[in-house]
């Protein structure tokens, strides 16, 4: 009987995963803070821009990490929160202006930058339907794997008698009707 020493047992890193979404969070709110103020007040709207671009980004990073995590339940949500902030961010920005800056768009380019964003925001969404499939469909197989993995395994002597050319194909009787009573000789 071999027993793992304790030392060598793998420990759940549930808390160093959170501690570490935490300070990437943090990170992410002052480099966003630093942005904003970094720029004078007629720039607000490109860093506005900045900010909800580079949102996209951080969740894009967040999405590719949970591929390095053993539990990717922080990555995934950070990349929710990084996705949905950066799309209303970016939509606020650019729909709104032109009616908190005059000047500062032209209407067709206030709509052109509206269908731009519709439009990636499509593009996500569907990546987005089309991996949660994938997830789905590889959750479908593991379940139909785990089955499979319970059942007992066939014994070779089982499996080859009833395969073999050799065992004669029995149909079932015919069944035999009440209403006719079987003859005898």
């Not at 930058?113 to 996500?124: D, E």
Request: hydrophobic fraction near 50%; charged fraction near 10%.
């Amino acid at each position: 009987m071999t027993t793992t020493p304790s030392a060598i047992q793998p420990v759940r890193g549930t808390t160093s995963g959170m501690l570490l979404t935490a300070l990437f969070l943090v990170v992410a709110i002052l480099l966003f803070i630093a942005i904003y103020f970094a720029l004078p007040d007629n720039q607000h709207y490109g860093a506005l821009l900045l900010i909800g671009v580079l949102s996209l980004v951080f969740a894009l990073a967040c999405y590719f990490a949970e591929a390095l995590s053993r539990e990717p339940t922080s990555q995934r949500s950070l990349a929710w929160g990084f996705f949905g902030m950066g799309f209303t961010v970016l939509f606020l920005t650019v729909g709104l202006g032109p009616f908190y800056i005059n000047g500062i768009l032209a209407p067709i380019e206030w709509l052109t930058g509206l269908i731009v964003l519709t439009v990636v925001l499509a593009i996500a969404v569907a990546f987005i339907v089309w991996r949660t499939r994938a997830v789905r469909a590889t959750e479908n197989q593991m379940v139909s794997r785990a089955a499979w993995r319970n059942e007992p395994a066939p014994s070779a002597f089982t499996y080859g008698t009833a395969n073999s050319p050799s065992v004669p194909k029995v149909s079932p009787a015919a069944p035999s009707s009440p209403e006719t009573p079987p003859r005898s000789p």
